[in-house]
């Protein structure tokens, strides 16, 4: 390799990590935030890994720690990368191996580092993708990676297969992308085995969605999917496959040619074509405004009402981030999805020029800020049944990834649960009916007379079985305890029920 050198180091113990019985780990965090990945690997236990990025060194080294249903650490492995100007750009999960992949600007050549949490193996493969190739998303599918991005401005869908040895070139798979295609979710079916792609394509301000499926191997599970309606604009979509050649699919819509959302579809779709599609106004559903305050509800359905008066639709302009759906055993889908919107803040730059310095004030992307969850119960031909809104604390996120997480528990309870300064939030539903709203868990420490000052970054996974895996990061203080140290800045990992 002439872009990186790796050089594995193998040890057995961490400064600086504690693990509590029956489920938590502490690790010391350094004065400037460390960006800890933390990745749940199901029955094979967690890996977290982070990037020590130091100052005047010609390496960056990457640190990799398993720990297992205890949270203690079991295994811890070091992978250290000639600086290239590579940067992370993601990771996926297969079975039990987890996945990295790392890219240069303007470089074709790509490295997947492959992380075996079974038997602790690390393996990295050198991948020659297209030249100028803006990247997206990948994701890992018995080996085969599948990964999005554009080429001066054209979306591109590649494949290359891991298993074979020395270095791979990608293939291009047959789509008929153009410059007015958005790529708008790449995600895998691992219980049928195939890895789906949803583009919207644009022509003038009328949109329509195209639904394609893969095999691992790259080729074509079936013929593309479109999903179009003449009064309205698709946007969004999420399929789910019911039997042989049966798919749901369910997305959002807007109603004035805009890029935001008014509202949901769900479609049927028979292995030909669509047997239904069946639209649902953000306005018209029961409790998707529930966050909002009473005042501005019922100013919201007074002016609904107007509008329906006159045989139209109220806009309300959302983005929403879908999570899978859940097909439950009496036959009902659950669709859980988080409405955000990005952040932008003013910055003051230096530019030059060939007279000399100015400044000027930019827009910089600063984040996602959300504001609520929904989850709601379709029937198979589409209805809604029920639907429920979570509030979300207005915390910004750097990136977009699924807060609220979903329980099922018995008689068709719905809990939805997520982490925020410390505690976990939660709302326990069935049906039309909220059977505890807004409950509060405390995530405990490590130590007693711990009392945590703050809480920030807290991410909450579902792990295995009915456990989910809480993280982030705490300011704590401790009187109590002598042998304790009086204060620490710790990244946690916590175990929890539900």
């Known amino acids: 390799m002439k872009q990186l050198t790796f050089i594995f180091i193998f040890l057995f113990t961490v400064a600086g990590v504690f693990a509590q019985e029956g489920g938590r780990a502490e690790i010391r965090a350094r004065q400037l935030s460390d960006d800890y990945q933390v990745v749940p690997m199901g029955k094979y236990g967690v890996i977290v890994f982070d990037f020590d990025d130091k100052l005047f060194s010609t390496t960056t080294p990457i640190s990799f720690t398993g720990y297992d249903h205890d949270l203690h650490e079991v295994w811890h492995k070091q992978v250290e990368l000639?600086?290239?100007?590579?940067?992370?750009?993601?990771?996926?999960?297969?079975?039990?191996?987890?996945?990295?992949?790392?890219?240069?600007?303007n470089s074709p050549l790509y490295y997947v580092v492959e992380v075996n949490a079974a038997n602790e193996q690390i393996n990295v493969h050198e991948v020659y993708s297209l030249k100028k190739l803006s990247f997206t998303d990948f994701k890992v599918l018995e080996g085969m990676v599948f990964l999005t991005g554009e080429v001066k401005r054209v979306p591109v869908l590649l494949h290359m297969d891991?298993?074979?040895?020395?270095?791979?070139?990608?293939k291009i798979l047959p789509t008929s992308f153009t410059k007015r295609t958005e790529v708008d979710n790449l995600e895998k079916d691992t219980v049928n085995q195939v890895v789906n792609l949803t583009a919207t394509y644009w022509k003038g301000r009328n949109s329509h969605l195209v639904l394609h499926s893969f095999y691992p191997?790259?080729?074509?599970?079936?013929?593309?999917?479109?999903?179009?309606?003449?009064?309205?604009?698709?946007?969004?979509?999420?399929?789910?496959?019911?039997?042989?050649r049966q798919s749901l699919i369910i997305g959002t819509y807007s109603n004035n040619r805009a890029e935001l959302a008014d509202g949901l579809f769900v479609a049927g779709h028979n292995g030909h074509d669509l047997s239904y599609m069946k639209f649902h106004s953000f306005a018209e559903l029961e409790n998707f405004l529930g966050y909002l305050s009473a005042r501005k509800q019922e100013n919201l359905k007074e002016k609904q009402a107007r509008k329906k008066s006159k045989g139209k639709d109220l806009n309300?302009?959302?983005?929403?981030?879908?999570?899978?759906?859940?097909?439950?055993?009496?036959?009902?889908?659950?669709?859980?999805?988080?409405?955000?919107?990005?952040?932008?803040?003013?910055?003051?730059?230096?530019?030059?020029?060939?007279?000399?310095y100015y400044t000027q004030w930019v827009q910089v992307f600063a984040g996602y800020r959300y504001t609520h969850a929904m989850v709601a119960g379709f029937s198979p031909e589409g209805d809604l049944l029920w639907d429920h809104?979570?509030?979300?604390?207005?915390?910004?996120?750097?990136?977009?990834?699924p807060l609220v997480k979903v329980g099922f528990k018995r008689d068709g309870e719905v809990k939805l649960s997520y982490s925020y300064e410390g505690e976990i939030h939660s709302k326990l539903v069935r049906g039309n009916e909220v059977l505890e709203s807004e409950a509060l868990a405390q995530i405990g420490t490590f130590q007693v007379g711990d009392?945590?000052?703050?809480?920030?970054?807290?991410?909450?996974?579902?792990w295995y079985d009915n456990y989910f895996l809480a993280y982030g990061?705490?300011?704590?203080?401790?009187?109590?305890?002598?042998e304790v140290k009086n204060k620490r800045n710790v990244f946690y990992l916590n175990k929890v029920p539900f």
């Open 316 to 356: 309300l302009n959302y983005r929403l981030l879908f999570h899978d759906l859940i097909h439950r055993a009496d036959g009902q889908f659950t669709m859980v999805a988080e409405a955000y919107y990005p952040v932008y803040r003013s910055e003051r730059r230096r530019f030059y020029a060939g007279y000399g």
């Open 389 to 401: 809104s979570f509030e979300l604390e207005y915390e910004l996120y750097p990136r977009l990834q």
């Open 473 to 482: 990061f705490q300011k704590i203080k401790n009187q109590g305890e002598a």
């Open 217 to 244: 191997d790259g080729e074509p599970a079936q013929e593309p999917i479109q999903v179009e309606d003449r009064e309205k604009n698709l946007l969004t979509a999420k399929r789910f496959v019911t039997g042989f």
């Open 162 to 170: 891991l298993a074979k040895k020395g270095t791979q070139k990608v």
């Open 82 to 105: 000639v600086k290239s100007s590579y940067e992370y750009r993601g990771s996926d999960v297969d079975g039990e191996r987890l996945y990295l992949l790392f890219s240069r600007f």
């Open 451 to 462: 009392r945590v000052k703050r809480s920030t970054s807290d991410i909450l996974e579902y």
